[in-house]
């Protein structure tokens, strides 16, 4: 087991592509902003992701078309030791907020 952080977040990366390529979403955008789990600045890049709104506002679309897919913004917020990807705080309560905000969009009678 490794304690680097990039690590983490590649696994974290690759996690969210792969499952959400198997619910039938292709997340392009991020496959490329993140060079498919392995760009060399996972971290700032990650960091960007999960603090720029319009990121946030633009998997928005994907997540109302499928609310079975998962975000980064789950995986971050949801793992018991969030720490473990190197992200800043302010990121990962940035991931936490946007994944709340996900459950109560996925409560929606519409995506049901």
Not at 51 to 67: G, I, R, T
Request: charged share 25%; with cysteine.
């Amino acid at each position: 087991m490794t304690n680097n952080p990039s690590f983490f977040l590649r696994k974290a990366v690759t996690k969210v592509i792969e499952q959400n390529k198997s619910v039938g979403t292709s997340p392009n955008r991020f496959i490329i902003m993140t060079g498919n789990g392995d760009a060399e600045d996972i971290v700032s890049i990650c960091e960007k992701l999960l603090s720029v709104k319009k990121y946030f506002d633009s998997m928005l679309y994907e997540v109302y078309a499928n609310k079975d897919m998962i975000t980064l913004e789950e995986v971050i917020a949801y793992d018991p030791h969030p720490e473990k990807f190197g992200l800043s705080q302010i990121a990962i309560e940035s991931a936490k907020e946007r994944a709340k905000y996900l459950g109560e969009i996925r409560q929606c009678p519409d995506l049901n």
